[in-house]
């Protein structure tokens, strides 16, 4: 135990403190209950659907590996097709002659 001759009081813990007040104070019951107003349906489904449409939007940000980027694939297999056949029916000096046509 403490003994009282090496308790020094300090004034920066007097705010801990609660002093002589009582910890348990007079319970106080309310006037009335709280009115239970359950949710509207259509309110509630309204607010379901605008979560659901944000979700959506968000996801269809955050996955950028759905998103799709640059020419599309069809477009790359006709282009090469294109240049393909040129190639093989007139050879190497052949398309250098169409280019050059198209060039002037």
Not at 15 to 43: E, S, T
Not at 46 to 69: E, G, R
Not at 81 to 100: D, M, N, R, S, V
Request: charged share 15%.
């Amino acid at each position: 135990m403490v003994d009282s001759n090496y308790y020094v009081e300090n004034p920066a813990n007097n705010f801990m403190h609660n002093g002589n007040k009582p910890l348990v104070g007079v319970v106080d019951f309310p006037n009335r209950l709280p009115i239970n107003r359950p949710y509207n349906y259509f309110d509630a489904q309204a607010t379901y659907y605008n979560l659901q449409n944000d979700i959506w939007q968000k996801q269809k940000i955050a996955n950028p590996q759905n998103v799709k980027k640059g020419v599309p694939k069809i477009i790359k297999i006709a282009a090469g097709t294109l240049l393909a056949i040129p190639l093989l029916f007139c050879g190497y000096k052949g398309i250098q002659k169409l280019i050059a046509k198209f060039k002037h």
